[in-house]
């Protein structure tokens, strides 16, 4: 059974500074993944999503990357904003239309 | 834009109570999907749906139907509710293909906050 798992749990850093946000999952056997970010109760917001056969993809400060084969990917976000203040959700898709998620990470960008 | 829209953003509902949450897609897209998600634990899918009258069960289905009667939309029922079914639901949906992993991104609706006392 796929399992996802995201570290840290926790993130906080200043603002400007660069940070990456790590994904790991146990089948490399994977439609797709995708990054979702997540403001406090409320709903998803995809970010990214990156099909198995890329190695990443870009959307304005963001870049996911994707390395099928060791069963990682990672959320780089650049020159960091109060406003990116969230959680972060990795999830997997392993082929049954159904996606596998991560527990997230939360990351506070202060001023 | 895709919209998911959920019927209520917050409920309160008694013990043993029958409830209703309702999902509604204005994309025509086929999957659709109820997930629950809790303070560590994350998200759990409960039930999918690949087109309608089609259902599937998740991970943790056990207290839980659904109802897909119409493509825009997807209702999770709570036959009894219990305190432990106290949590945040959230709708999903994806064009998608029947079967398989697709290559499209699934769409979240806002949430539902169910409080059951």
């Known amino acids: 059974k796929q399992e996802v798992t995201q570290i840290p749990a926790a993130l906080s850093v200043p603002e400007g500074e660069n940070l990456v946000l790590n994904c790991s999952f146990t089948?490399?056997?994977?439609?797709?993944l995708q990054w979702f970010r997540q403001d406090p109760g409320k709903g998803l917001t995809s970010l990214l999503l990156?099909?198995?056969?890329?190695r990443e993809q870009t959307s304005g400060r963001l870049n996911a990357s994707l390395d099928k084969s060791s069963g990682r990917s990672t959320l780089y976000i650049a020159a960091s904003q109060p406003g990116d203040s969230a959680t972060y959700l990795c999830a997997v898709n392993s082929g049954y239309s159904t996606l596998t998620f991560g527990k997230g990470t939360m990351l506070l960008v202060s001023p | 834009d895709v919209k998911v829209t959920q019927s209520s953003r917050y409920l309160v509902k008694r013990t043993g109570e029958k409830v209703f949450l309702e999902c509604v897609q204005d994309m025509d897209h086929e999957n659709m999907f109820w997930y629950r998600q809790d303070p560590g634990l994350g998200l759990r899918l409960i039930y999918f749906?690949?087109?309608?009258?089609?259902?599937e069960k998740g991970d943790i289905p056990e207290g839980y139907s659904v109802s897909r009667e119409k493509k825009e939309r997807f209702s999770l029922i709570l036959e009894s509710a219990s305190t432990n079914q106290t949590s945040m639901y959230l709708c999903?949906?994806?064009?998608?293909?029947?079967?398989?992993?697709?290559?499209?991104?699934?769409?979240f609706g806002p949430g539902t906050r169910l409080t059951v006392l």
């Open positions: 999903a949906s994806r064009l998608g293909v029947a079967r398989g992993g697709g290559t499209d991104t699934q769409y």
């Open positions: 089948d490399s056997a994977i439609y797709n």
């Open positions: 749906s690949y087109d309608v009258k089609m259902k």
């Open positions: 990156i099909q198995s056969s890329q």
